[in-house]
């Protein structure tokens, strides 16, 4: 998962992608998400994997 795919799945247009960046800092700030070490070490191309992967 990543912010723009999140922002796609749920229909919202690029002028949210704050507001989609604080749902993922507060998901991953409460352990139910991780970040995938194997991708790119940005954070502006970041992507993330839940927690038990």
Not at 32 to 42: F, Q, R
């Amino acid at each position: 998962m990543s912010n723009q795919s999140l922002r796609e799945r749920f229909k919202l247009p690029e002028s949210k992608t704050a507001t989609v960046s604080l749902v993922i800092g507060a998901t991953k700030d409460a352990g139910l998400i991780k970040a995938d070490e194997s991708d790119s070490l940005s954070t502006r191309y970041a992507r993330y994997l839940p927690f038990w992967a």
